[in-house]
């Protein structure tokens, strides 16, 4: 089986997601090739000129392919017009909905209009929440397939010991809108313990903070499955997270976390004091969710179910 994989970047949330999926495929001896193209890096026009640049290089490329596997509406163009027997395209969280958290109205219209001529083109769509597979259920009427993304365990083999820090929070994400930032700060003087924000550090520093903290806060606006979640439950760190996207699917609340509503300063506060005042608890819900992504979310469980996927739609 011969796969083109197409992304803006191999790095990061779905980018990284491309990047250990075609990992583990090549592990596995099948042949996988990434299509890099660079773009204009300019806030508003990364995405177009991604779109622009990559489309040129599927029209002229000769090389044909038994699937090509586009991640993230830019990547759909180039998708399109690489030459492969069946076409795939990965959307994680709703594209719409997240331009228009981190840009124009205009911009924002753009992203409404390509998004919905975008996912009529693929004979294939995936998504990695139950969340964002119903959102497009019920606002387009258009099924997507759920193969969530998994943890590369072995990548945690590089982080080192480190002690904890008493009652250490912390945030691991972008200083952004949707990322809800700016809700935890409000939170933060009804804290008992002191908020670490880790919002430009590499994977192996930002690892390294979430083992030595006793909580991770997770307050999102708007989240599809948020692998900061996974990885703080591998490192045995219990989390806070907002009831919102995909986030419920990974958090139950007493069960393997703490769940509250977003916008909500005064409850994200009292859940984290619920933990550092009540260490048992912290222990059970980091167990459970330990358990749960050993359990769900490894590329042991999930590597299969990729390859089914692709070798079913082939058989399509």
């Known amino acids: 089986m011969k796969l083109l994989f197409i992304s803006p970047r191999f790095s990061g949330g779905i980018g990284g997601h491309a990047n250990m999926l075609y990992e583990q495929l090549t592990k596995n001896g099948f042949d996988v090739k990434k299509m890099e193209v660079p773009h204009i890096p300019i806030k508003n026009l990364k995405n177009p000129s991604f779109a622009i640049f ?28 690489a030459k492969g027997t069946k076409k795939v395209l990965s959307v994680h969280g709703v594209f719409s909905e997240q331009v228009n958290k981190l840009h124009s109205k205009s911009i924002s219209s753009i992203a409404l209009s390509a998004e919905s001529k975008t996912l009529t083109w693929p004979d294939k769509l995936t998504t990695d ?14 099924d997507f397939e759920y193969l969530p993304s998994p ?9 080192k010991h480190v002690d904890k820090i008493p009652d250490q929070i912390a945030y691991i994400g972008r200083n952004s809108n949707e990322k809800g930032i700016d809700i935890l700060k409000k939170a933060e003087s009804e804290i008992k313990g002191n908020v670490v924000y880790c919002t430009d550090h ?3 520093e930002a690892m390294e ?7 991770v806060v997770v307050p999102s606006r708007m989240e599809s499955l948020p692998t900061v979640v996974k990885e703080a439950f591998y490192l045995n760190v219990p989390v806070v997270g907002t009831n919102v996207g995909g986030i419920p699917e990974l958090i139950s609340h007493d069960e393997t976390g703490l769940l509250v509503p977003p916008e909500n300063p005064e409850k994200i506060a009292n859940a984290v004091n619920e933990l550092l005042t009540n260490p048992e608890k912290a222990k ?8 749960f992504v050993k359990n769900n979310m490894t590329w042991d469980v999930m590597l299969p179910r990729f390859i089914k996927f692709y070798e079913d739609l082939l058989k399509g």
């Open 54 to 81: 990559s489309s040129l290089k599927g029209i002229l490329s000769k090389e044909s392919f038994d699937i090509v596997h586009g991640f993230n509406v830019p990547s759909a163009y180039a998708m399109k017009y």
């Open 129 to 142: 929440s139950h969340a964002t597979q119903k959102f497009y259920k019920e606002k387009l009427n258009i």
């Open 151 to 159: 943890l590369d365990t072995k990548m945690f083999e590089k982080i």
């Open 209 to 215: 903070i979430i083992k030595s903290s006793s909580v």
């Open 202 to 204: 590499s994977w192996k």
């Open 284 to 291: 059970k819900l980091a167990i459970n969710g330990n358990n």
